[in-house]
């Protein structure tokens, strides 16, 4: 017998034959109902013991990156851009205050209304790749912890804007909270209809914008609707100071709320699988024909908005009719591409579009503006304290409004 072998029985042999096997065969999967319960039968090599992960200790540098999560940054951002934008349209003066109150009350709201949106879908969420890493899904933080954030926000938000701004203002923001929240989180895997009532609530910060310089919504018999006709339909001279009326609120409504489709939609388009996985009644997932056609309706329908609405609102010149149709145009043509094929090429490129899109016409809409005369800003003709020219106007008829209504 060769050297360094021994005598084993049959039996010994059979158990360390079995023992080998079960040291080398690959995990055994026992399926019970719907779960899955896997057992490693396979032994971790000697001395290796599972890693020890210490949880992060909340610094004030994490904790507020963990804030800026659950308030969805670029989001709130673009809210704040489209509040603020309403305080810069107003025909209506303003002052420095009124317009960072105005920026921080609207971002207090949106980021209310993100985090109770983002504690409601949690189990959502975690199903999805693009959210599965958010906060509270990867339990950064507590849910008691998100909902005190919320709360905190959502009452600091409304009461700086009463303060600083009006109370319609106010209104306006917790009714944003409320129906971001309540209505369209609760639609989600409802209905379809929860597109339409996020655009709604993308089309009330230009509103509060408006408000928060005094402006109103509604018409009365102190505060009608005025109408500016082209130049080559009337020989009058529209009144300046007749600017503010309720059409230019109308007007900014209407061109956020049908700018929400074209760039939600074909948002939703690129990441119709993961709204699929998580149960949303999403357009792009039922029907993702239509989900494209509603995006090129809306397209059309801003040309009538910015080359109609706007000019005879008084809120620009009738100029912005004629600059505004080339970023139309490129919108348009844009659209029809992801109407007429459904891809996700056209998708992609419809979105990138309504990226620069919403600045470009707001942008002209600030050149173009009724009653402002750039060059004479730029060459510091425009004195300041004076009630002489458009402003001087405007500023005149705030000071009778508030004496008449005082």
Same mark, same amino acid.
């Given at each position: ?49 599972? *890693?020890?992960? +210490? ?5 004030? @540098? ?15 951002? /673009? ?23 105005? $920026? /921080? ?12 949106? !983002? %504690? !409601? ?5 975690? !199903? ?24 905190? *926000?959502?009452? $600091? ?27 369209? *989180? ?5 209905? %379809? ?42 020989? %009058? ?11 230019? $609120? ?45 995006? /090129? ?57 309504? /990226? ?12 173009? @503006? !009724? ?9 510091? @003709? ?5 009630? +002489?020219?458009? +402003?001087?106007?405007? +500023? ?11």
């Amino acid at each position: 017998m060769p050297c360094g072998w021994s005598v084993v029985s049959k039996r010994t042999a059979a158990s360390l034959s079995h023992y080998h096997l079960s040291q080398t065969r690959p995990p055994r999967t026992y399926i019970t109902g719907s779960r899955q319960l896997l057992h490693a039968a396979t032994a971790e090599p000697a001395g290796a013991l599972p *890693t020890f992960r +210490e949880t992060p200790i909340l610094t004030p @540098k994490r904790l507020l990156s963990i804030y800026a999560q659950l308030a969805k940054t670029r989001l709130t951002i /673009l809210v704040v851009l489209t509040a603020t934008s309403g305080v810069a349209l107003s025909p209506l003066p303003t002052t420095l205050p009124i317009l960072l109150s105005t $920026a /921080l009350g609207t971002a207090l709201c949106s980021a209310s209304a993100d985090t109770l949106n !983002q %504690i !409601q879908e949690v189990p959502y969420d975690a !199903q999805m790749v693009r959210t599965r890493h958010r906060p509270l899904v990867r339990r950064a933080l507590s849910p008691l912890h998100a909902t005190m954030f919320a709360l905190a *926000t959502g009452m $600091a938000g409304p009461a700086l804007l009463l303060a600083m701004t009006s109370p319609l203002t106010a209104a306006i923001g917790v009714a944003n909270i409320g129906i971001y929240a309540g209505l369209y *989180t609760h639609l989600k895997r409802r209905s %379809i209809s929860n597109t339409w009532v996020g655009a709604v609530v993308g089309g009330l910060p230009p509103l509060m914008g408006w408000t928060a310089c005094g402006g109103k919504l509604l018409p009365t018999s102190n505060y009608p609707v005025t109408y500016f006709l082209p130049p080559f339909l009337s020989d %009058i001279s529209p009144d300046i100071s007749m600017v503010d009326n309720p059409l230019g $609120a109308f007007s900014l409504f209407m061109l956020l709320y049908s700018w929400q489709f074209p760039h939600f939609n074909s948002l939703s388009h690129l990441i119709r699988a993961s709204y699929a996985q998580a149960g949303y009644k999403m357009l792009s997932v039922l029907s993702p024909q239509k989900n494209a056609l509603v995006s /090129l309706r809306h397209t059309l329908l801003l040309v009538p908005i910015c080359s109609i609405l706007f000019p005879l609102s008084g809120l620009t010149t009738w100029t912005f009719a004629l600059t505004s149709l080339a970023p139309n145009a490129l919108w348009i043509r844009s659209a029809t591409p992801f109407w007429r094929n459904s891809g996700e090429k056209q998708a992609r490129a419809l979105f990138h579009t309504s /990226l620069w899109y919403l600045p470009l016409i707001l942008a002209l809409m600030m050149v173009h @503006k !009724q009653g402002v005369d750039w060059a004479d800003w730029r060459l510091g @003709k425009v004195t300041e304290g004076t009630s +002489e020219g458009p +402003e001087g106007e405007l +500023e005149n008829r705030l000071r009778q409004h508030d004496l008449s209504s005082g």
